[in-house]
Structure formats: structure tokens, C-alpha cells
């Protein structure tokens, strides 16, 4: 029988600080030309001068994620520091403004700016994006578009998980993903509909490619569609794009540990001819909703009871049902961190604590902010 790989890819966009300041700064080309002898293809470019992207390689399992994320956040970070900048992991800057920022020169940037207008001007978030590797040809494709129709589901629980986005140009927003909100505000994102079969999803795609939605002309390029979760069959991984930036190796390491041992345990269902319920997309939206707005504090609906349930309840059914595949995966230490960041909160919950101890100290909101960006930033590297 048929086993798809499971292997596991992880990209992550990180802020450009200024080191004293802890602003924004627009340095990605001074960085990527010290980085990429280094890294290669691993660190690119990104939409603004002031993000940069990294990418680990393939990994056979979250054991080699670890160690690439330990050497790219670290080496990335050290480059940047001997010449005054550092890098930050989260999903918005807590007060830098993106009427400030500076557009990466490049044809696709500037397209992008040219098609999409200030709708990708303001798009001053970094995202997180773990591939899951579930096979190439007819049989990989089918089993990509099976897998992701059923794991839209867990989509609002991981994004539970991962908030790091609480503050938006120095303003304490009342959300845990801001980004959510700000990356809605573009086409072809959030949940995506389920799709009967790869033939299905690619008439879809066609329609937009002959419409000019994809790019100059017809070009047929999938990766202007920004679902939360889609299939990448030019290297058969299916891609979750919902989470926030994980600020802790951690945190990053245990959220793709989670979403490796879902797919394992949907293809185990798969293979006993069982499968995960599917629901609408817009009852997905409704629980995304509800995760970007309250986090780990908040309730998402059951849609078998047809009520809310607190999410951390939510989360201790997802271990159970996982339990079954984390030894054969070898990552359970790592799985169960969920049960660490239930305790200790997100990235979200700790910056928002940060900045209201601060102003009970008496700072001002400005030095609130900073001192957010002091924890934000050694974070980042903490493991490192």
C-alpha cells in the first residue's frame, strides 16, 4: 500500500530591527548579500526591504527541522548583528508602520504592487508556512487534494496555537492575529472550498489563469493563490500557510510536529476507507475568526454538538486523537509541547503581559513597546 513520505519543510519571514532602536529597518539586500554565501536558496528576499525569508531544506523528520532552524535563525541573526541589525520572529511589529517601509526592487514585487495596490502595500505581516510531503504524480496529486480537504478543519486550531500578531502600529489591537485580519484584505485567501479531485481543483485554477487573476497574461502561477492551506504539486507537499510566526524554535518545532502527525493520522483513516468530516468553508471561517480574535482564551464551535468549546479542551481531543501515530513518528516530546504553550500562553499572550507590566511600571506606552521588542528579539534565538 501507497505511504506518502511525510517529510517536512518549514519557511519562516522574520522583521529586520534596527538593534538599539528595535524599528524596522529596510536592509534585506545588505543582508541576503552577506547571507546567501552562507545559505544559498535558503534566505530570499521577501516584499519589503524590512522582511527576509528563510527556508530549511528537506527534513526527514522534526528532529532535522530543529537543527535547521537553529542554524538559519542563528546564522541569519548573527550576520545582521555585527553590522547593528537583528531579526525578530512574529507575526506584526508591534509599532513600525507600513506606510514607512520600502518595496524590495524585483518584477514579481512590483507586479504584485502594480496588480494589488495598497491591498499588498500595507501587507507588513510574516507568516509561517510548513509542507508536508505527501508524494508527486497522479496518485500524489489526488491524495494532496483528499488531505487538504479534510485538514481545513484543523486550521483555526493551529492558528490557536501560533498567534504572535496582538499589536499593530502601536496600538494594542484586541486580537491575537492582527495578521489574519490584514492578509484577509487580499484575494484568494482564508479556508479554501473542498475540491472533488485534482481535476477539479485544476479546472479551478485554469479559470483563474485564463482570466488574468494569476499573473501577467494567462500565466497559470498557483502561487498567487493564498489560501491558508494548498496543495503545491510542483513538489507534492501540501503547504499550511495559516500560522503566525512562531517567535520560539519551540513553539515552531512543535507546531509542524502537530501538523505532520494530523496528516499521518488522516491518511491512517484514509487507509481503513474512513475519512474526516468535511464542512463549509464559511463554518471554518467562523472558528478562524474566533481563534484570530481570543487565541488560546477562546472557543471554537463543535460542529458535531453544535456549540462552542473552549479551545484548550479542543486541543487535549487533538492529542488524543494523534496519540496513535506520534511513536511511529518518533515526536511525541514534541507534540505534547502543546501542552506547554496551553500553560505558558503564545507569543501573543506573552507580548501583550509584557506590555501591560511595563505600563503598571510606569513606562511610557513607547517604552512598553520596546520592551515588548527586548523579549520578542531574544526569543527569537533562544536554543540558538
Given at each position: 500500500?501507497?505511504?506518502?513520505?511525510?517529510?517536512?519543510?518549514?519557511?519562516?519571514?522574520?522583521?529586520?530591527?534596527?538593534?538599539?532602536?528595535?524599528?524596522?529597518?529596510?536592509?534585506?539586500?545588505?543582508?541576503?548579500?552577506?547571507?546567501?554565501?552562507?545559505?544559498?536558496?535558503?534566505?530570499?528576499?521577501?516584499?519589503?526591504?524590512?522582511?527576509?525569508?528563510?527556508?530549511?531544506?528537506v527534513c526527514k523528520n522534526v528532529h532535522e527541522v530543529r537543527e535547521e532552524l537553529v542554524h538559519l535563525r542563528s546564522t541569519v541573526n548573527n550576520l545582521g548583528a555585527a553590522y547593528g541589525r537583528r531579526i525578530g520572529a512574529a507575526s506584526t511589529h508591534p509599532f513600525s508602520r507600513w506606510q514607512d517601509q520600502v518595496i524590495t526592487q524585483g518584477e514579481r514585487y512590483q507586479d504584485l504592487y502594480a496588480d494589488m495596490q495598497d491591498a499588498a502595500r500595507r501587507l507588513l505581516i510574516f507568516g509561517m508556512h510548513v509542507h508536508v510531503g505527501l508524494g508527486e504524480g497522479d496518485r500524489g496529486r489526488e491524495l494532496l487534494i483528499d488531505m487538504m480537504?479534510?485538514?481545513?478543519?484543523?486550521?483555526?486550531?493551529?492558528?490557536?496555537?501560533?498567534?504572535?500578531?496582538?499589536?499593530?502600529?502601536?496600538?494594542?489591537?484586541?486580537?491575537?492575529?492582527?495578521?489574519?485580519?490584514?492578509?484577509?484584505?487580499?484575494?484568494?485567501?482564508?479556508?479554501?472550498?473542498?475540491?472533488?479531485?485534482?481535476?477539479?481543483?485544476?479546472?479551478?485554477?485554469?479559470?483563474?489563469?485564463?482570466?488574468?487573476?494569476?499573473?501577467?497574461?494567462?500565466?497559470?502561477?498557483?502561487?498567487?493563490?493564498?489560501?491558508?492551506?494548498?496543495?503545491?504539486?510542483?513538489?507534492?507537499?501540501?503547504?499550511?500557510?495559516?500560522?503566525?510566526?512562531?517567535?520560539?524554535?519551540?513553539?515552531?518545532?512543535?507546531?509542524?510536529?502537530?501538523?505532520?502527525?494530523?496528516?499521518?493520522?488522516?491518511?491512517?483513516?484514509?487507509?481503513?476507507?474512513?475519512?474526516?468530516?468535511?464542512?463549509?468553508?464559511?463554518?471554518?471561517?467562523?472558528?478562524?475568526?474566533?481563534?484570530?480574535?481570543?487565541?488560546?482564551?477562546?472557543?471554537?464551535?463543535?460542529?458535531?454538538?453544535?456549540?462552542?468549546?473552549?479551545?484548550?479542551?479542543?486541543?487535549?481531543?487533538?492529542?488524543?486523537?494523534?496519540?496513535?501515530?506520534?511513536?511511529?513518528?518518533?515526536?511525541?516530546?514534541?507534540?505534547?509541547?502543546?501542552?506547554?504553550?496551553?500553560?505558558?500562553?503564545?507569543?501573543?499572550?506573552?507580548?501583550?503581559?509584557?506590555?501591560?507590566?511595563?505600563?503598571?511600571?510606569?513606562?511610557?506606552?513607547?517604552?512598553?513597546?520596546?520592551?515588548?521588542?527586548?523579549?520578542?528579539?531574544?526569543?527569537?534565538?533562544?536554543?540558538?
Amino acid at each position: 500500500m501507497y505511504r506518502p513520505p511525510l517529510t517536512l519543510g518549514v519557511e519562516e519571514e522574520y522583521m529586520i530591527v534596527d538593534a538599539e532602536k528595535h524599528a524596522l529597518t529596510a536592509y534585506s539586500k545588505e543582508l541576503l548579500e552577506l547571507a546567501q554565501p552562507v545559505l544559498g536558496d535558503q534566505v530570499k528576499a521577501e516584499f519589503m526591504q524590512c522582511q527576509i525569508e528563510i527556508g530549511t531544506k528537506v527534513c526527514k523528520n522534526v528532529h532535522e527541522v530543529r537543527e535547521e532552524l537553529v542554524h538559519l535563525r542563528s546564522t541569519v541573526n548573527n550576520l545582521g548583528a555585527a553590522y547593528g541589525r537583528r531579526i525578530g520572529a512574529a507575526s506584526t511589529h508591534p509599532f513600525s508602520r507600513w506606510q514607512d517601509q520600502v518595496i524590495t526592487q524585483g518584477e514579481r514585487y512590483q507586479d504584485l504592487y502594480a496588480d494589488m495596490q495598497d491591498a499588498a502595500r500595507r501587507l507588513l505581516i510574516f507568516g509561517m508556512h510548513v509542507h508536508v510531503g505527501l508524494g508527486e504524480g497522479d496518485r500524489g496529486r489526488e491524495l494532496l487534494i483528499d488531505m487538504m480537504n479534510q485538514m481545513r478543519y484543523f486550521l483555526p486550531h493551529i492558528l490557536t496555537l501560533t498567534t504572535s500578531s496582538p499589536f499593530w502600529h502601536g496600538r494594542e489591537t484586541g486580537l491575537k492575529s492582527y495578521r489574519s485580519l490584514v492578509f484577509q484584505n487580499m484575494p484568494r485567501t482564508g479556508i479554501p472550498p473542498s475540491f472533488n479531485s485534482y481535476e477539479d481543483y485544476d479546472r479551478f485554477v485554469d479559470m483563474l489563469a485564463k482570466a488574468g487573476s494569476l499573473g501577467k497574461g494567462k500565466a497559470k502561477d498557483a502561487s498567487r493563490i493564498w489560501w491558508d492551506i494548498r496543495p503545491n504539486t510542483r513538489v507534492g507537499t501540501l503547504e499550511l500557510r495559516v500560522a503566525d510566526v512562531c517567535t520560539t524554535i519551540d513553539e515552531a518545532v512543535c507546531v509542524t510536529a502537530v501538523i505532520q502527525a494530523l496528516a499521518a493520522k488522516l491518511f491512517k483513516l484514509r487507509a481503513n476507507n474512513q475519512s474526516w468530516r468535511l464542512y463549509r468553508s464559511e463554518l471554518l471561517s467562523e472558528n478562524k475568526w474566533r481563534a484570530a480574535r481570543y487565541g488560546l482564551d477562546g472557543m471554537l464551535i463543535d460542529f458535531g454538538i453544535e456549540e462552542p468549546v473552549a479551545i484548550r479542551s479542543l486541543w487535549g481531543e487533538i492529542l488524543d486523537l494523534v496519540d496513535d501515530v506520534v511513536d511511529e513518528l518518533g515526536t511525541r516530546s514534541e507534540v505534547e509541547y502543546v501542552n506547554t504553550i496551553l500553560k505558558n500562553g503564545t507569543s501573543a499572550d506573552r507580548q501583550i503581559a509584557t506590555y501591560h507590566a511595563a505600563l503598571a511600571e510606569g513606562l511610557s506606552e513607547e517604552q512598553a513597546m520596546t520592551r515588548v521588542m527586548d523579549n520578542l528579539l531574544a526569543e527569537t534565538v533562544r536554543g540558538t
